[in-house]
């Protein structure tokens, strides 16, 4: 006889889904309304002024200068403060407006918690709420890239190139605008012709800048792994057996570690040594070169583990200290709320 596993129905599972983010929005509404609050930024303008100077070749620096210089230009920016910033700064003086609430960073705190609550919720399970938190980062991803890939690439690789006096004029100001180069009708004609890879009958033009750049790519990276990978590990593994101290003593931990060293990579490549069967000393030491295989992709593994793990640690910091308020590493909002007690107090004292 053979079993069968019963598959809830789609209506059910949409109903579970509903009734955990409905839990979660009941807890998140309850720990909001307890003690002072969660979830909210805070933000204090600064303003710094910024000069222009022209040196002999004609190009353009901008220094910060002193607030109200002559021909200064001044950028005020919103810079981040806690909330215990602003209980002290309300108890030193109320009513003050240097430090002041943003609903703009508050909402982009709510979306980030609600993102990263969302993207966890696929530990549980395939959900709707993971489905569109992935399709919002792969989108923002995409222009994002796009966006670096046109200021930083295109336009000061390619049009800053044919038309230098048109981009110094438009947005690089420091760009020395000489003449133009008609050699970077080249990339523009392939770059031309991989879009035609978007239309059906234009695909077979775009196979040829295709080969071209996967070839260069190729070449490129080739040239790099042999010098960083090859070369360097031959070099690094080209060490004395035998080590002596400054002293002229003999180094017994410098010199076991190189022999490790020297032994595992020999060992190691007779591992990989196909045309010889591996057998008797052959074999042996094969056998060894698997043992330091198995350490090293261990200990890559583990590097990679400990780099997740660092990264999860930081969303549950995140959570707990930015957006829910459960912990305060740092005391400030609990020094903050002392300081408002203690100007409470004093008024009080003082009125009495």
């Given amino acids: 006889m053979s079993s069968t596993t019963m598959e809830p129905s789609a209506p059910a599972q949409g109903k579970w889904w509903i009734g955990l983010f409905l839990v979660i929005a009941v807890l998140v509404a309850i720990r909001a309304g307890i003690g002072e609050g969660m979830g909210r930024a805070y933000v204090q303008t600064e303003s710094t002024s910024y000069a222009a100077a022209t040196d002999d070749q004609g190009r353009v620096t901008w220094s910060a200068v002193a607030d109200g210089a002559a021909g200064s230009a001044t950028i005020e920016r919103d810079v981040f403060r806690t909330a215990g910033q602003y209980r002290a700064a309300e108890a030193a003086s109320p009513n003050q407006q240097a430090i002041r609430f943003s609903w703009d960073r508050t909402i982009g705190l709510w979306l980030a918690a609600f993102f990263t609550l969302a993207v966890f919720s696929f530990l549980v399970g395939d959900n709707p ?166 350490i090293t992709f261990g200990s890559a593994f583990g590097f990679t583990v400990m780099g997740r793990i660092a990264l999860l640690a930081a969303r549950f910091e995140f959570l707990f200290i930015d957006w829910l308020w459960l912990i305060d590493p740092k005391g400030q909002r609990t020094m903050a709320a002392v300081s408002a007690a203690a100007e409470l107090g004093s008024s009080l004292l003082n009125t009495i």
């Fill in 129 to 294: 709420a993971y489905k569109f938190t992935e399709s919002i980062v792969i989108g923002v991803s995409a222009g994002y890239w796009m966006a670096v890939a046109f200021w930083e690439t295109l336009v000061p690789k390619l049009v800053a190139q044919l038309a230098p006096g048109l981009v110094k004029a438009w947005c690089m100001p420091n760009l020395d605008a000489g003449a133009i180069n008609l050699d970077a009708l080249i990339p523009l004609g392939l770059g031309i012709m991989l879009l035609s890879q978007l239309t059906p009958l234009g695909r077979h033009v775009g196979r040829w800048p295709l080969a071209f750049v996967i070839g260069t790519f190729a070449g490129l990276k080739m040239i790099s792994h042999v010098e960083s990978d090859i070369i360097e590990q031959v070099r690094a593994t080209m060490l004395p057996l035998v080590v002596f101290g400054d002293d002229g003593s003999f180094a017994a931990w410098a010199s076991i570690r190189n022999l490790l060293i020297v032994a595992g990579v020999l060992c190691t490549l007779v591992y990989f040594v196909f045309s010889i069967e591996h057998k008797g000393p052959v074999g042996r030491a094969a056998r060894v070169g698997v043992w330091f295989l198995m």
